[in-house]
């Protein structure tokens, strides 16, 4: 099992408009290998259930995975939260989905949600499935990195070589030779392959990938790397060339310092949007099971402006938006 980390609620509002005294609803999150404090995709669900505890009357509980761990502890996890009365519980991340779905038919009173559900597919009366078109949103800050290169070659840095992980390069891909057909693309880097996923919270393994790909002449990085882009936004950026942060808008951080500089957008992937409305549905009594697409057209995924790197190319970036979510566009999901 991975390490815990315990929250109570904080109550903000009654929840009971006849005065009477209401039971706090209990929340369990499972969060992915990156944990609280990856600065990117975790930190996304974090920021959801943050959201969430101080509008609602809720008491939270956090469980972290290990990188190394078998799908055995994440459904450990998920019944250890079931059984203390947790109800939702929410496993973030495509590695929960199997976990997920196991635990939902243990525990049909419990409504679950996997954050990345794996192939967008989750059955069951009493789960949900959030997905994202990663491609999407990566499309558009492939155009971003395309239009903003001066040296005509940009790079992507992937964590694991998994499906979501090459959904993101294969939009990136696409959108940069939409706007610039000559450019090019170095071959994608995963910094690890299944079963290690490792790369996912390993800034030095991030870190030495972009020395390489400022090596090959990439002046723009693209990263889906979770905590290891750390590693990646600050090693390309001490070359003073540009990167591309991911999930969340990575400029915002201020932990990073001043390589926040050399931030050219991020592409935002709302996971806190898909957990704090997963939150309010149960709270409300207005649960409903199977998947919800978090893409463009509800702005699920889209690309970041803090900064004002893309201030120039942003008219044309969001007539690319536009097209997209017109269905003038379709972005490819694989390479």
């Known amino acids: 099992m991975g390490g815990a980390a315990a929250c109570g609620g904080q109550k903000t509002t009654s929840g ?128 971003a990195a395309a239009l903003k290169s001066r040296t005509g070659t940009i790079g992507f840095i992937g964590g694991v070589n998994i499906p979501v992980i090459q959904k993101f390069y294969a939009g990136y891909a696409a959108g940069a030779k939409a706007v610039k057909p000559g450019i090019k693309i170095l071959t994608p880097k995963y910094l690890t392959q299944p079963p290690d996923f490792g790369g996912f919270k390993d800034p030095a393994l991030g870190s030495e990938a972009a020395s390489g790909e400022l090596d090959a002449g990439a002046d723009v990085i693209y990263h889906a790397a979770g905590g290891s882009g750390i590693g990646v936004i600050k090693t390309t950026a001490k070359a003073r060339k540009l990167a591309i942060g991911v999930d969340a808008d990575q400029y915002r951080q201020t932990a990073l310092g001043d390589a926040r500089n050399y931030i050219l957008t991020s592409m935002v992937k709302r996971v806190d949007v898909a957990v704090y409305d997963f939150i309010v549905a149960v709270v409300e009594g207005r649960f409903t099971a199977g998947t919800k697409m978090y893409d463009l057209s509800n702005n699920g995924v889209d690309y970041a402006t803090s900064g004002g790197r893309v201030d120039d190319i942003k008219a044309r970036l969001d007539a690319l938006k536009k097209a997209i979510v017109d269905g003038r566009v379709t972005v490819p999901v694989s390479p």
Do not use: H, W
């Open 16 to 143: 009971d408009a006849g005065g009477g005294e209401k039971k706090a609803v209990k929340v369990g999150l499972a969060f992915d290998i990156g944990g609280r404090g990856d600065r990117s995709y975790d930190d996304a669900a974090a920021a959801g259930l943050d959201r969430a505890r101080s509008e609602l009357d809720i008491q939270t509980k956090e469980l972290s995975a290990k990188p190394d761990e078998p799908d055995s502890d994440k459904l450990g996890r998920l019944r250890l939260m079931a059984r203390s009365g947790f109800n939702p519980v929410i496993g973030v991340g495509t590695l929960y989905t199997a976990s997920v779905l196991k635990a939902a038919k243990e525990f049909p009173n419990t409504k679950f949600l996997v954050v990345d559900a794996d192939q967008c597919k989750v059955t069951g009366a009493n789960v949900q499935g959030a997905c994202f078109a990663e491609e999407q949103g990566s499309y558009l800050v492939g155009a």
